[in-house]
Protein backbone atom coordinates (compact mmCIF):
# COMPACT_ATOMS: atom_id res chain seq x y z
CA UNK A 1 0.00 0.00 0.00
CA UNK A 2 1.57 2.78 -1.12
CA UNK A 3 -0.92 5.39 -1.40
CA UNK A 4 -2.00 7.32 2.41
CA UNK A 5 -5.17 7.51 2.51
CA UNK A 6 -7.33 10.25 4.16
CA UNK A 7 -8.84 9.71 8.07
CA UNK A 8 -10.88 12.25 9.69
CA UNK A 9 -11.24 11.22 13.36
CA UNK A 10 -14.93 12.39 14.97
CA UNK A 11 -13.42 15.78 16.42
CA UNK A 12 -12.45 16.73 12.56
CA UNK A 13 -14.64 19.40 11.55
CA UNK A 14 -15.74 20.17 15.24
CA UNK A 15 -19.30 22.10 14.94
CA UNK A 16 -18.37 25.91 16.38
CA UNK A 17 -21.53 28.07 17.88
CA UNK A 18 -20.80 31.81 18.44
CA UNK A 19 -22.69 32.99 21.65
CA UNK A 20 -23.01 37.42 21.35
CA UNK A 21 -24.93 39.77 22.82
CA UNK A 22 -23.98 42.47 25.68
CA UNK A 23 -22.25 42.08 28.90
CA UNK A 24 -24.42 41.06 30.92
CA UNK A 25 -26.87 39.40 28.73
CA UNK A 26 -26.34 35.88 30.14
CA UNK A 27 -23.82 34.72 27.41
CA UNK A 28 -22.43 32.28 29.51
CA UNK A 29 -25.17 31.32 31.44
CA UNK A 30 -26.90 30.53 27.93
CA UNK A 31 -23.64 28.39 26.73
CA UNK A 32 -23.87 26.51 30.13
CA UNK A 33 -27.35 25.89 29.52
CA UNK A 34 -26.73 24.47 26.32
CA UNK A 35 -24.59 22.58 27.60
CA UNK A 36 -26.80 20.91 29.96
CA UNK A 37 -29.20 20.20 27.35
CA UNK A 38 -26.74 18.53 24.70
CA UNK A 39 -25.28 15.83 27.84
CA UNK A 40 -22.23 15.24 25.85
CA UNK A 41 -18.45 14.98 27.09
CA UNK A 42 -17.17 17.02 24.33
CA UNK A 43 -18.45 19.91 24.18
CA UNK A 44 -16.22 22.91 25.27
CA UNK A 45 -17.32 26.56 26.57
CA UNK A 46 -14.20 28.99 25.38
CA UNK A 47 -14.93 32.55 26.16
CA UNK A 48 -13.64 35.95 24.33
CA UNK A 49 -12.79 37.15 27.63
CA UNK A 50 -9.37 35.15 27.23
CA UNK A 51 -8.11 36.55 24.18
CA UNK A 52 -7.62 40.41 25.49
CA UNK A 53 -4.44 42.00 23.78
CA UNK A 54 -1.44 42.24 26.27
CA UNK A 55 -1.52 45.83 27.36
CA UNK A 56 1.23 48.25 27.42
CA UNK A 57 2.22 49.69 30.85
CA UNK A 58 0.41 53.00 29.92
CA UNK A 59 -3.06 51.16 28.84
CA UNK A 60 -2.21 48.99 32.49
CA UNK A 61 -2.39 52.00 34.50
CA UNK A 62 -5.67 53.37 32.39
CA UNK A 63 -7.44 49.88 32.67
CA UNK A 64 -6.68 49.87 36.81
CA UNK A 65 -7.79 53.76 36.81
CA UNK A 66 -11.12 51.85 34.79
CA UNK A 67 -10.26 54.56 32.16
CA UNK A 68 -9.43 51.62 29.78
CA UNK A 69 -11.91 50.86 26.93
CA UNK A 70 -12.36 47.07 26.96
CA UNK A 71 -15.54 46.95 25.19
CA UNK A 72 -14.30 47.52 21.54
CA UNK A 73 -12.86 45.30 19.15
CA UNK A 74 -9.52 46.51 19.09
CA UNK A 75 -9.01 45.58 22.69
CA UNK A 76 -9.55 41.50 21.13
CA UNK A 77 -6.49 39.97 19.27
CA UNK A 78 -9.16 38.48 16.53
CA UNK A 79 -5.43 37.14 15.04
CA UNK A 80 -4.83 34.87 17.61
CA UNK A 81 -8.41 33.75 17.97
CA UNK A 82 -9.18 33.09 14.71
CA UNK A 83 -5.68 30.97 14.25
CA UNK A 84 -6.88 28.67 17.89
CA UNK A 85 -10.80 28.31 16.03
CA UNK A 86 -8.81 27.34 13.08
CA UNK A 87 -7.10 24.27 14.85
CA UNK A 88 -9.51 23.24 16.66
CA UNK A 89 -11.58 22.85 13.68
CA UNK A 90 -9.15 20.97 12.22
CA UNK A 91 -8.88 18.72 14.41
CA UNK A 92 -5.60 20.25 16.42
CA UNK A 93 -4.18 21.11 19.68
CA UNK A 94 -5.06 24.49 20.75
CA UNK A 95 -3.21 26.07 23.14
CA UNK A 96 -5.75 29.35 24.54
CA UNK A 97 -4.40 31.73 26.33
CA UNK A 98 -5.18 32.89 29.72
CA UNK A 99 -6.18 36.39 30.71
CA UNK A 100 -6.36 37.59 34.51
CA UNK A 101 -8.62 40.47 35.04
CA UNK A 102 -7.07 41.10 38.14
CA UNK A 103 -4.10 42.26 36.80
CA UNK A 104 -4.83 42.89 33.17
CA UNK A 105 -2.72 41.21 31.75
CA UNK A 106 -1.84 37.41 30.38
CA UNK A 107 -0.69 34.76 32.63
CA UNK A 108 2.12 33.01 31.66
CA UNK A 109 -0.06 28.98 31.53
CA UNK A 110 -2.42 28.62 28.58
CA UNK A 111 -5.22 25.99 28.61
CA UNK A 112 -5.30 23.12 26.25
CA UNK A 113 -8.13 22.53 23.73
CA UNK A 114 -8.28 19.06 22.24
CA UNK A 115 -10.89 17.11 20.41
CA UNK A 116 -14.21 18.76 21.31
CA UNK A 117 -17.16 17.87 19.00
CA UNK A 118 -18.64 21.18 19.55
CA UNK A 119 -17.32 24.43 20.86
CA UNK A 120 -19.17 27.40 22.17
CA UNK A 121 -17.66 30.92 21.70
CA UNK A 122 -18.94 33.50 23.64
CA UNK A 123 -18.40 37.00 24.10
CA UNK A 124 -19.35 40.58 23.49
CA UNK A 125 -17.59 40.22 20.18
CA UNK A 126 -18.41 36.54 18.55
CA UNK A 127 -20.40 37.80 15.40
CA UNK A 128 -18.15 40.64 15.01
CA UNK A 129 -15.09 40.00 12.60
CA UNK A 130 -15.56 38.08 9.27
CA UNK A 131 -12.96 35.46 9.66
CA UNK A 132 -14.30 34.16 13.22
CA UNK A 133 -17.95 33.89 11.24
CA UNK A 134 -16.71 31.68 8.49
CA UNK A 135 -16.37 29.11 10.82
CA UNK A 136 -19.59 28.99 12.92
CA UNK A 137 -22.34 26.64 11.93
CA UNK A 138 -24.67 28.38 14.12
CA UNK A 139 -24.75 32.09 15.16
CA UNK A 140 -26.59 33.12 18.44
CA UNK A 141 -27.59 36.72 19.54
CA UNK A 142 -28.60 36.46 23.33
CA UNK A 143 -30.93 39.41 24.12
CA UNK A 144 -31.47 41.02 27.34
CA UNK A 145 -32.53 44.05 29.12
CA UNK A 146 -30.35 47.33 29.83
CA UNK A 147 -30.71 47.39 33.56
CA UNK A 148 -30.62 43.25 33.98
CA UNK A 149 -27.58 43.38 32.06
CA UNK A 150 -26.21 46.35 34.10
CA UNK A 151 -27.15 44.69 37.60
CA UNK A 152 -25.50 41.52 36.61
CA UNK A 153 -22.23 43.14 35.31
CA UNK A 154 -22.38 44.71 39.10
CA UNK A 155 -22.02 41.37 40.80
CA UNK A 156 -20.34 39.51 38.55
CA UNK A 157 -17.26 42.26 38.47
CA UNK A 158 -17.67 43.02 42.21
CA UNK A 159 -17.68 39.50 43.24
CA UNK A 160 -14.92 37.58 40.37
CA UNK A 161 -12.81 40.46 39.58
CA UNK A 162 -11.93 42.56 42.41
CA UNK A 163 -13.65 45.96 40.96
CA UNK A 164 -15.41 48.33 43.15
CA UNK A 165 -19.06 49.72 42.27
CA UNK A 166 -17.86 53.23 41.22
CA UNK A 167 -15.32 52.03 39.13
CA UNK A 168 -18.14 49.53 37.24
CA UNK A 169 -20.48 52.08 36.56
CA UNK A 170 -17.58 54.28 35.52
CA UNK A 171 -16.82 52.01 32.72
CA UNK A 172 -20.65 51.30 31.87
CA UNK A 173 -21.19 54.47 30.77
CA UNK A 174 -18.16 55.15 29.45
CA UNK A 175 -17.38 52.69 27.31
CA UNK A 176 -19.91 49.58 27.92
CA UNK A 177 -23.43 51.20 26.99
CA UNK A 178 -22.52 53.53 23.83
CA UNK A 179 -20.25 50.60 22.43
CA UNK A 180 -22.81 48.24 22.81
CA UNK A 181 -25.25 50.87 20.25
CA UNK A 182 -21.61 50.80 17.79
CA UNK A 183 -20.13 47.09 17.54
CA UNK A 184 -22.46 44.63 19.52
CA UNK A 185 -25.88 45.92 18.35
CA UNK A 186 -25.28 45.16 14.76
CA UNK A 187 -23.87 41.55 15.51
CA UNK A 188 -28.04 40.83 16.09
CA UNK A 189 -28.71 41.30 12.39
CA UNK A 190 -26.70 38.52 11.64
CA UNK A 191 -27.34 35.85 14.15
CA UNK A 192 -29.28 32.79 12.91
CA UNK A 193 -30.99 32.44 16.57
CA UNK A 194 -31.68 35.54 18.68
CA UNK A 195 -33.01 34.49 22.46
CA UNK A 196 -34.30 36.75 24.58
CA UNK A 197 -34.96 35.76 28.63
CA UNK A 198 -31.67 33.35 28.25
CA UNK A 199 -31.79 30.44 29.95
CA UNK A 200 -35.43 30.94 30.97
CA UNK A 201 -36.55 30.29 27.28
CA UNK A 202 -36.48 26.46 27.49
CA UNK A 203 -38.02 26.50 23.77
CA UNK A 204 -34.87 28.53 22.22
CA UNK A 205 -32.67 26.14 23.81
CA UNK A 206 -33.74 22.80 22.96
CA UNK A 207 -34.16 24.01 19.15
CA UNK A 208 -30.48 24.93 19.16
CA UNK A 209 -29.74 21.55 21.34
CA UNK A 210 -31.83 20.11 18.59
CA UNK A 211 -30.19 21.13 16.04
CA UNK A 212 -26.61 20.51 17.50
CA UNK A 213 -27.48 16.62 17.82
CA UNK A 214 -28.46 16.52 14.15
CA UNK A 215 -25.52 17.73 13.31
CA UNK A 216 -23.44 15.36 15.24
CA UNK A 217 -25.07 12.40 14.30
CA UNK A 218 -24.56 13.03 10.55
CA UNK A 219 -21.00 13.66 11.59
CA UNK A 220 -21.26 10.31 13.18
CA UNK A 221 -22.48 8.05 10.34
CA UNK A 222 -19.65 10.00 7.77
CA UNK A 223 -17.13 8.48 10.40
CA UNK A 224 -18.83 5.38 10.27
CA UNK A 225 -18.57 5.33 6.38
CA UNK A 226 -15.27 6.35 6.52
CA UNK A 227 -13.62 3.63 8.62
CA UNK A 228 -16.05 1.06 6.43
CA UNK A 229 -14.40 2.51 3.81
CA UNK A 230 -10.81 1.70 5.13
CA UNK A 231 -11.63 -1.50 6.09
CA UNK A 232 -12.58 -2.41 2.60
CA UNK A 233 -9.26 -1.10 1.22
CA UNK A 234 -7.54 -2.80 4.10
CA UNK A 235 -9.33 -6.44 2.97
CA UNK A 236 -8.17 -6.11 -0.54
CA UNK A 237 -4.32 -5.25 0.33
CA UNK A 238 -1.55 -7.66 1.06
CA UNK A 239 -0.21 -7.07 4.78
CA UNK A 240 1.57 -3.80 5.27
CA UNK A 241 5.53 -4.23 4.77
CA UNK A 242 5.72 -2.22 8.07
CA UNK A 243 3.43 -5.16 10.40
CA UNK A 244 6.72 -6.85 11.43
CA UNK A 245 5.09 -10.20 12.96
CA UNK A 246 7.86 -11.52 15.67
CA UNK A 247 9.35 -14.25 14.71
CA UNK A 248 7.37 -17.70 15.59
CA UNK A 249 10.32 -19.65 17.43
CA UNK A 250 9.58 -22.92 19.55
CA UNK A 251 9.85 -20.71 22.49
CA UNK A 252 6.98 -18.36 21.22
CA UNK A 253 4.34 -20.91 20.09
CA UNK A 254 4.82 -22.76 23.40
CA UNK A 255 3.79 -19.44 25.08
CA UNK A 256 1.06 -18.97 22.53
CA UNK A 257 -0.47 -22.48 23.59
CA UNK A 258 -0.48 -21.86 27.05
CA UNK A 259 -2.01 -17.94 26.69
CA UNK A 260 -4.66 -19.39 23.74
CA UNK A 261 -5.57 -22.54 26.14
CA UNK A 262 -8.13 -21.53 28.46
CA UNK A 263 -7.02 -24.37 31.06
CA UNK A 264 -4.07 -22.49 32.24
CA UNK A 265 -4.29 -20.99 35.32
CA UNK A 266 -4.19 -17.28 36.10
CA UNK A 267 -1.32 -17.55 37.16
CA UNK A 268 1.06 -18.94 34.97
CA UNK A 269 -1.62 -16.75 32.24
CA UNK A 270 0.14 -13.82 33.32
CA UNK A 271 3.33 -14.79 34.09
CA UNK A 272 3.73 -16.24 30.40
CA UNK A 273 2.07 -13.07 29.13
CA UNK A 274 4.40 -10.73 30.55
CA UNK A 275 7.36 -12.75 29.19
CA UNK A 276 5.49 -12.23 25.74
CA UNK A 277 5.32 -8.64 26.22
CA UNK A 278 9.01 -8.11 27.11
CA UNK A 279 9.81 -9.70 23.80
CA UNK A 280 7.57 -7.59 21.74
CA UNK A 281 8.96 -4.76 23.71
CA UNK A 282 12.76 -5.23 23.14
CA UNK A 283 11.77 -5.94 19.84
CA UNK A 284 10.36 -2.21 19.36
CA UNK A 285 12.83 -0.78 21.14
CA UNK A 286 15.51 -1.65 18.12
CA UNK A 287 13.76 1.47 16.43
CA UNK A 288 15.41 3.66 19.08
CA UNK A 289 17.39 5.88 17.71
CA UNK A 290 21.02 5.36 18.31
CA UNK A 291 24.86 6.66 18.20
CA UNK A 292 27.94 5.67 18.07
CA UNK A 293 29.96 5.28 21.42
CA UNK A 294 33.27 4.53 22.13
CA UNK A 295 34.13 2.63 25.51
CA UNK A 296 37.09 1.75 27.03
CA UNK A 297 36.67 -2.13 28.46
CA UNK A 298 37.76 -3.34 32.16
CA UNK A 299 40.52 -5.14 29.98
CA UNK A 300 41.78 -1.95 28.75
CA UNK A 301 40.25 -2.51 25.15
CA UNK A 302 38.73 0.14 23.14
CA UNK A 303 35.19 -0.92 22.11
CA UNK A 304 33.13 0.69 19.63
CA UNK A 305 29.27 0.57 20.25
CA UNK A 306 26.22 2.46 20.49
CA UNK A 307 24.07 3.99 23.11
CA UNK A 308 20.08 5.51 22.38
CA UNK A 309 20.40 9.41 21.37
CA UNK A 310 16.71 10.48 22.08
CA UNK A 311 14.11 9.82 24.85
CA UNK A 312 11.00 6.87 25.12
CA UNK A 313 7.81 6.74 26.05
CA UNK A 314 5.03 4.75 26.12
CA UNK A 315 1.28 5.83 25.82
CA UNK A 316 -1.06 2.73 27.10
CA UNK A 317 -4.65 2.66 25.94
CA UNK A 318 -6.85 1.70 28.50
CA UNK A 319 -7.86 -0.52 29.82
CA UNK A 320 -6.88 -3.48 28.24
CA UNK A 321 -3.24 -1.77 27.27
CA UNK A 322 -2.31 -1.45 31.32
CA UNK A 323 -1.91 -5.54 30.84
CA UNK A 324 1.15 -4.71 29.04
CA UNK A 325 2.62 -2.48 31.88
CA UNK A 326 4.62 -4.96 34.02
CA UNK A 327 6.48 -6.18 31.10
CA UNK A 328 6.64 -2.68 29.87
CA UNK A 329 8.56 -1.80 33.28
CA UNK A 330 10.38 -5.15 34.21
CA UNK A 331 12.24 -4.29 30.20
CA UNK A 332 12.57 -0.47 30.22
CA UNK A 333 11.92 0.41 34.03
CA UNK A 334 12.28 4.20 33.46
CA UNK A 335 10.09 4.73 30.67
CA UNK A 336 7.57 7.26 30.83
CA UNK A 337 3.72 6.67 30.17
CA UNK A 338 0.72 8.52 29.04
CA UNK A 339 -2.54 7.12 29.03
CA UNK A 340 -5.48 7.29 26.25
CA UNK A 341 -9.03 5.97 27.06
CA UNK A 342 -11.06 5.21 23.84
CA UNK A 343 -14.36 3.40 23.91
CA UNK A 344 -16.33 1.84 21.44
CA UNK A 345 -19.88 2.99 21.51
CA UNK A 346 -22.24 0.17 21.86
CA UNK A 347 -25.23 2.07 19.74
CA UNK A 348 -23.33 3.60 16.47
CA UNK A 349 -20.28 1.02 17.01
CA UNK A 350 -18.12 4.19 16.91
CA UNK A 351 -14.81 4.45 18.77
CA UNK A 352 -15.12 7.27 21.30
CA UNK A 353 -12.02 9.37 22.59
CA UNK A 354 -12.90 9.56 26.71
CA UNK A 355 -9.29 10.48 28.32
CA UNK A 356 -6.00 11.50 27.83
CA UNK A 357 -3.04 11.79 29.61
CA UNK A 358 0.40 12.62 27.63
CA UNK A 359 4.06 13.04 28.94
CA UNK A 360 4.87 16.80 28.61
CA UNK A 361 7.94 16.62 26.63
CA UNK A 362 6.67 13.49 24.41
CA UNK A 363 6.82 15.03 20.72
CA UNK A 364 10.43 15.20 21.30
CA UNK A 365 10.90 11.25 22.20
CA UNK A 366 12.75 9.45 19.58
CA UNK A 367 10.34 6.51 19.98
CA UNK A 368 6.92 6.38 21.16
CA UNK A 369 5.34 3.27 22.05
CA UNK A 370 1.37 2.73 21.63
CA UNK A 371 0.69 -0.30 23.82
CA UNK A 372 -2.90 -2.68 23.57
CA UNK A 373 -3.14 -6.29 23.82
CA UNK A 374 -5.61 -6.60 20.68
CA UNK A 375 -6.26 -5.08 17.85
CA UNK A 376 -9.53 -6.05 15.60
CA UNK A 377 -11.29 -3.55 13.40
CA UNK A 378 -8.50 -1.17 14.03
CA UNK A 379 -10.91 1.98 14.76
CA UNK A 380 -9.14 2.51 18.12
CA UNK A 381 -5.82 2.42 16.96
CA UNK A 382 -6.21 4.81 13.91
CA UNK A 383 -7.94 7.15 16.52
CA UNK A 384 -5.00 6.86 19.28
CA UNK A 385 -2.12 7.34 16.60
CA UNK A 386 -4.64 10.21 15.38
CA UNK A 387 -4.04 11.95 19.17
CA UNK A 388 -0.35 11.02 19.01
CA UNK A 389 0.03 12.90 16.00
CA UNK A 390 -1.91 15.88 16.41
CA UNK A 391 -0.01 16.05 19.73
CA UNK A 392 3.31 16.50 17.45
CA UNK A 393 4.95 13.18 17.61
CA UNK A 394 5.99 12.20 13.87
CA UNK A 395 4.34 9.02 12.45
CA UNK A 396 7.87 7.42 12.12
CA UNK A 397 8.46 7.65 15.38
CA UNK A 398 5.47 5.53 16.72
CA UNK A 399 5.34 1.95 17.02
CA UNK A 400 1.97 0.32 18.14
CA UNK A 401 3.05 -3.11 19.84
CA UNK A 402 -0.05 -5.70 20.73
CA UNK A 403 -0.67 -9.18 21.17
CA UNK A 404 -2.94 -10.26 18.65
CA UNK A 405 -4.18 -8.19 15.45
CA UNK A 406 -6.09 -9.09 12.55
CA UNK A 407 -4.59 -8.73 8.79
CA UNK A 408 -7.57 -5.98 8.09
CA UNK A 409 -6.97 -3.96 11.51
CA UNK A 410 -3.17 -3.15 11.17
CA UNK A 411 -3.78 -2.62 7.15
CA UNK A 412 -6.50 0.11 8.18
CA UNK A 413 -4.26 1.84 10.62
CA UNK A 414 -0.91 1.65 8.49
CA UNK A 415 -3.00 2.65 4.86
CA UNK A 416 -3.37 6.06 6.50
CA UNK A 417 -0.09 6.26 8.53
CA UNK A 418 1.79 4.62 6.39
CA UNK A 419 5.43 5.61 8.06
CA UNK A 420 4.06 4.07 11.28
CA UNK A 421 5.15 0.57 12.59
CA UNK A 422 3.06 -2.30 14.05
CA UNK A 423 4.28 -5.22 16.40
CA UNK A 424 2.61 -8.14 16.41
CA UNK A 425 3.20 -11.19 18.61
CA UNK A 426 0.49 -13.67 16.52
CA UNK A 427 -2.11 -12.84 13.64
CA UNK A 428 -5.59 -13.49 14.69
CA UNK A 429 -8.88 -13.60 13.29
CA UNK A 430 -10.42 -10.09 12.03
CA UNK A 431 -13.55 -8.93 14.27
CA UNK A 432 -11.99 -11.53 16.86
CA UNK A 433 -13.81 -10.61 20.56
CA UNK A 434 -11.43 -9.15 22.95
CA UNK A 435 -10.05 -11.54 25.04
CA UNK A 436 -6.62 -11.35 25.95
CA UNK A 437 -6.96 -8.43 28.89
CA UNK A 438 -9.93 -10.03 30.28
CA UNK A 439 -7.76 -12.78 30.91
CA UNK A 440 -5.18 -11.38 32.47
CA UNK A 441 -7.00 -8.49 34.58
CA UNK A 442 -9.64 -11.06 35.51
CA UNK A 443 -12.93 -9.81 34.81
Known sequence: MTKTLHYSPPWGDASIIGVAGSSGSGKTSLA???????????VVIMSMDSFYKPLTPEQSRAAF?????FDAPEAIDFDILVDRLRDIKQGKVAEVPVYSFERHARVEQTTTVYSPHVLILEGIFALHDQRVLDLLDLKI?????????????LVRDVKERGRDIEGCIKQWFGFVKPNYSRYVAPQREIADIIIPRGIENTVAIGMVSSQIQKTLAHKSSQHQLELGRL????????????????KQTNQVNGIHTLLMNPETSREDYIFYFDRMVAMLIEKAADYLPFQPRQVLTPQGNVYMGLRNSAGMSAVVILRGGSAFE??????IPDCRTGR????????TGEPELHYRALPSSIKEDGLVLLLDPQMSTGGAALMAVRVLVD?????????FVTYLAGRVGINRVLSVFPEVRAIVARLGYDMEDRWVEARYLGC
Do not use: M
Not at 326 to 331: M, P, Q
Open 32 to 42: LAIVASLNLPW
Open 326 to 331: TGLRRT
Open 141 to 153: FAEADADLCLSRR
Open 340 to 347: ILIQTNYR
Open 65 to 69: RNEFD
Open 391 to 399: HGVPEDRIV
Open 231 to 246: GKIAEESPLSSNALII
